[in-house]
């Protein structure tokens, strides 16, 4: 009886704080004023509002927002304006791509090769392909060691295509897909990689931010590039703003195993990985460094906000 009193109490508790803070967070907020303390705080934040939607007045209250490429930029620029002591940070985050941005993109997508996604570990073509077949002849479905590299369902990539898997025959050691599956089906020779995708956020594939991701030449005069090198230059948000949050910037990647994937090949060799991916995970947290790194370069001055699990130390 006296421990159910006790969570009664503490239950109360909970439920005081929870309005008092409801509350609190209702009001409009007052920046840089006696209401808010000698430093401006506490201050009030928003990720991701809707902005065709919302009320202005809603978005008014916030002391700094973070947007994203789809927002209305209109409503974004009356905010400003109203208020130019609100802070305002643009999303900049490069460690996954949509499948709508590859639609929305497609000029700057299709030049992505296949080397800089996250893949699972896959195997090759064992014949050339043309752009309609739909049973795709490969090298291996399931390993000496009783592996299986494949699973219906799974979206594979080779060279600038995506492929999804509907059947397969292990006999014939072949795969009955669907073509251009977002990214547009083409020829492919003999000996092309293919590979499972991985899908963390639904509808969207991870890249590799890892050093050991495979340098490739697009012949853009850059040279031999990674991801990360060429997502940098690209994608870089334009407008002026307050700062940049960087989403899903992580001091390891493996933790994605079990649940998202089955296993990682981060350097498209096709191998079993027999560390733990502990090389994998330490080229990982280099590559996101290497990324924010590259954020402070450009954008001096600039807050940049990460949304990690990881400690990253900026020079």
Known sequence: MFHL??????????????????????KNSTPYTMETGENGYPRLAMWWPDTWEQPLSDLQRYDWIGFGDWDNMATVATLKQANPNQ??????????????WWYEKKAIAEKIPSEWFLTQRGTRLAQAIDDQQITVPVDTIITRDGTRLFEIGDILTCEFESMKVLGMNENAKSLTVKRGFVRSATVHPAGSPVAPHITFWPESWVMNMSRMCPKVDLNDGAGAQRWVDYASRHFAPTGE????????????????????????????????????????DAAWYLGCSDFLEYLREVFPGKAIISNTSGAFYLT
């Open 87 to 100: 802070k305002h940070f643009m999303d900049f985050s490069i460690t996954e791509t949509s499948w709508d």
């Open 241 to 280: 703003w307050d700062g940049y949050i960087v989403d899903r910037i992580e001091n390891e990647e493996s933790w994605l195993i079990p649940q998202w994937c089955r296993s990682i090949d981060p350097d498209c060799s096709n191998r079993k990985i027999d560390d733990g991916y502990a090389a994998f």
């Open 5 to 26: 009193r006790k969570l009664q109490i503490l239950f109360i508790q909970f439920l005081l704080i929870l309005l008092v803070s409801l509350i609190n967070c209702r």
